[in-house]
């Protein structure tokens, strides 16, 4: 037999690295596409993959339940970078596409280790090991924005390049809605001139250096500009095999699972943790979901057909249970949901159904996440600088000692060093914040909440940061050497890095940055009244008092007593201020002179529902039945846009 048909019947494997999307719905990596002048690689084997990289998630954790004293910590103030709720999240993603790779004949390969490292490995591996040696003809993965993320992704790309010249690496756009001028990128080559209709050409030129700061420009644009986003791929109908005569044997230096017992699967292509799958979900959360395309996919097809897509408008500032809004974002993030899809979903119920408010704010709440992640791509690390995009480094504004005296965890502002050219945060007011005992129900039982299942509506994250960032400057506010005061939201934002099970670095990030008045807000700084947010948003206190348990008591006396919902909001005025003492309740950190000035709704505690709707106005618009809108002469677009206007030119009651 010739050299050259050797070559020929060896067989072919596509590396497909699933970690920016583990899913089948809506995903180009499934196509091993390359640039033309490639030509088409065929594949004979396909080998599905997804590393636990040891710099993203805590392994130990993953492994054993426990948080690893050597886990991965957040840059600045060093959180567990992957707090535990997100960990499991993460394992059932993976577990679920496992399954779904099963039931067409597939398998996943989980490998504990660096993916720089790994995927080298895993090419040596599937070429060695075959009795007559076999070809790697490309490694596809999705295409990143962030620096952390970046990083791995050309270090993958030199030591593909250097270990195996011939083994390219193909990069796909997989995150948003709308393509991106990354929509398919090969090697070290990006961006690819082979863009189909991406975004950064809406705004006039070829990269994102044109992309607008503010959101309603942005909106503007692609609205005019963007057209509908192209179909969602193909989910596929089969997946090539294996390649069976792989080992993964001394693969992945952290490669603790394979081999070892404890693990709920036993499979020669790694072993998924399970310790973490044990863990209950608490009873209260907002978000009682599994990860994983399959309940994601599950969740899209309720939240349309049970018709809560119609009244997303009028419920999605709500705070308890699953269905006040979408619950998109954990799936969203991990990338097991894709943003494509949910579009056209919405599209086609708007298409077979009439249009309404609810559906057209969510495309628009759609096109914020897609903001943030273009606005990343335009200013890459300038999205975490605490001065905001245009501003200098942390390390430039803050004393590189700082960062050295930093120590883990709490403690972490305890270290005061006498370099610093700022004074350090208040530790305790930062504690009381982030423990959630501010002694304010309305931040404790947000911050609790958090804590307790990973997630929090929106309306909640919006009020948390805002006290933290303008009701207690003391927790936010560093303080330079000539006076100058910078609210310090990193730590902030950090902590929720550390705990959200939704994080999405652009999304968490942005929001901070846009709160804390250094981001893309026209208008600056934005203060709620907490008062205010919680008279209008939990008129009969059932959120706070889901969280903050501790105040059972002092409810039960105030509904004997006839008390209001206003005295349990503020609970430091009952029996003046004993009542929060005897529980250990503590006192507030912070009371603003503008909290005396807003009108509760006249509501006894305990009163029933139909009493409270009659007195609060935001209950009534919440109770009212929503009128689908008839197409208009329009049409779609049209309408979806005007909504929107209303939305935006409408007074904002404090924020977003
Ligand atoms: C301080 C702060 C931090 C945040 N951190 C994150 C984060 O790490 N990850 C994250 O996905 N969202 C983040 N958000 C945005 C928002 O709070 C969540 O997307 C939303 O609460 C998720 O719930 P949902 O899927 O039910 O949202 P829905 O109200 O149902 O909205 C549908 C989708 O629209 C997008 N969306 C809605 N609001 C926003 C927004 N303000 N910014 C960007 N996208 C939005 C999300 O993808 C969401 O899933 C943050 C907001 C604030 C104020």
Known sequence: MSTASSTASRPKIAIILLNGAPRLHDNPLWLLRSPRRLGIPTATHALPLFCLDPRRYDLEMMYTGKEGADGPKTRWFGFPKCGKWRSKFIIESVQDIRTSLKSLGSDLCLVPGRIETVVPQLVESCRSNHPTGADVVGVWISKEISSEELVVERKLAQNLSALFPSVPLFAEWTSTVFPSEFTFSHSNAWPASSAVNPVSNLFGGST????????????????????????????????????????????????????????????????????????????????????????????????????????????RNGLLGEAFSTKFSPWLADGSLS????????????????????????????????????????????????????????????????????????????????????????????????????????????????????????????????????????????????????????????????LLIDHDPHSNYGNWQYLAGVGTDPRGWRKFNM?????????????????????????????????????FHKPWTVNGGRAVDEVGYPRPIAVEREWSHVRFPEVKLG??????????????????????????????????????????????????
């Open 208 to 315: 994102f250096l044109q992309l607008p700061d503010v959101f309603n420009q942005f909106r503007k644009l692609v609205e005019s500009r963007a057209g509908e986003p192209p179909e969602p791929y193909q989910r596929p109908a089969s997946v090539p095999p294996l390649p069976d005569w792989l080992t993964l044997e001394g693969i992945g230096p952290e490669n603790k699972g394979i081999g070892k017992p404890g693990h709920d699967d036993v499979s020669k292509f790694g072993h998924i943790p399970s310790s973490l799958l044990e863990v209950p979900t608490h009873e209260s959360s907002a978000f009682p979901f599994r990860g994983g395309e399959s309940s994601a996919l599950g969740r899209l097809n309720h939240y349309i057909s049970s018709g809560l897509i119609t009244t997303y408008k009028q419920t």
């Open 339 to 498: 943003a494509r899809k949910i579009w056209h979903q919405v599209r086609q119920h708007e298409n077979t159904h009439l249009e309404s408010e609810g559906s057209a704010w969510i495309l628009f709440e759609l096109l914020w996440r897609e903001f943030f992640k273009f606005h990343a791509v335009k200013y890459g690390d300038g999205i975490f600088r605490i001065g905001g995009v245009h501003a200098g480094t942390y390390k430039e504004t803050f004393a590189k000692a700082w960062k050295r005296s930093v120590k883990s965890g709490w403690d972490m502002f305890s270290v005061v060093n006498a370099d610093s050219r700022w004074a350090l945060p208040n530790n305790e007011a930062f504690k009381s914040w982030a423990d959630g005992r501010t002694g304010i129900p309305w931040v404790d039982a947000g911050m609790r909440e958090l804590k307790e299942t990973g997630f929090l509506s929106n309306r909640s994250r919006q009020n948390v940061a805002s006290f933290f960032l303008q009701s207690v400057p003391t927790i936010s506010s560093s303080q330079s050497a000539n006076g100058q005061v910078a609210p310090n939201w990193l730590p902030a934002a950090e902590l929720f890095e550390s």
């Open 531 to 567: 008062m205010k947010q919680a008279a209008e948003y939990d008129a009969r206190a059932e959120w706070v008092s889901t969280w903050v348990t501790e105040l059972a008591g002092i409810k039960k006396s105030l509904e004997e007593r006839g008390g209001t919902t206003e005295q």
């Open 607 to 656: 009163e029933r529902r139909s009493a409270l709707v009659a007195n609060s106005p935001s209950l009534r618009q919440d109770e009212s039945s929503l009128e689908e809108r008839p197409r208009d002469g329009f049409g779609r677009a049209r309408s979806a846009r005007s909504n929107q206007k209303r939305r935006v030119d409408a007074p904002w009651n404090g924020g977003r």
